[in-house]
């Protein structure tokens, strides 16, 4: 089953193509806030070194965030277009699992992971996940945003060994130590080539889904294009500033 998938949530953007395990094509670059700008020309380079035509596509998967609120309504607007013109299923991940994949095979004995994704205004996006004792994660909690001291507070009340994973907990680890103070010899910190989302994990995860049959197939027969939505955690911007300035 041949998946492609885009992710542009972060400040790295990427398309993969996969076909089951295998990672067929992929193209990441760091935008720079041109998310829409690089978008197009890497779908089009992933599906040509892929040696494929749209037509070969059994679904597109997109990272639903959390993240930038303009880059990821860029890239599930541009799946959803491509999902109702290829007539394919869209499939919708979260990006912190799409981060917690990225640690498979590198979690060692911890029993906790904690991906983390910058949410600006001095916030951080995150989801505890917990090891299985055959490998697997399983998410604890819904997706939450808040504060550096509220992920520790939640990390702190479960008392397991953790690895975090992501760009915020990379760019805070001297402060995430010095917080957790006796409980730091606990925790430890995935690679900097783990620190963003990648779409080739989205398009996994994608692939798994739909081999369990998790995702519906949207009505491709009456002409309504697929739809995701997106996972804001909090309100734009814009939106949170507009209700001042309407007062002004």
């Not at 193509?17 to 890497?42: K, W, Y």
């Not at 520790?152 to 994973?165: E, G």
Request: charge should be negative; aromatic fraction near 4%; glycine fraction near 6%.
């Amino acid at each position: 089953m041949i998946v492609l998938a885009i992710d542009t949530a972060t400040e790295m953007v990427s398309v993969a193509i996969v076909d089951g395990d295998e990672l067929l094509a992929a193209s990441e670059s760091a935008s720079n806030r041109r998310h829409a700008e690089d978008l197009t020309p890497m779908i089009e380079f992933v599906v040509q070194r892929a040696g494929l035509s749209f037509t070969d596509l059994a679904a597109v998967a997109v990272n639903v965030g959390p993240g930038l609120f303009t880059g990821m309504r860029v890239g599930i607007a541009a799946a959803q277009a491509l999902a109702h013109v290829v007539a394919v299923p869209l499939v919708g991940i979260d990006g912190l699992e799409a981060l917690v994949a990225a640690t498979k095979g590198a979690v060692g004995d911890h029993e906790l992971i904690a991906p983390t994704i910058d949410a600006r205004r001095r916030e951080v996006a995150w989801a505890l996940h917990r090891m299985r004792d055959d490998g697997t994660t399983v998410r604890v909690g819904e997706p939450c945003v808040g504060t550096l001291e509220d992920l520790l507070l939640a990390v702190r009340d479960r008392a397991q060994s953790t690895l975090f994973v992501g760009d915020y907990a990379l760019t805070h680890k001297e402060r995430i130590l010095s917080e957790l103070g006796p409980q730091a010899w606990s925790v430890s910190f995935g690679a900097t080539l783990t620190a963003h989302p990648h779409a080739k994990h989205v398009a996994a995860l994608a692939h798994a889904r739909l081999l369990r049959e998790e995702v519906a197939a949207e009505s491709l027969t009456d002409g309504s294009a697929p739809s995701v939505p997106a996972l804001y955690l909090r309100e734009a911007d814009a939106e949170i500033n507009w209700p001042t300035r309407s007062a002004s």
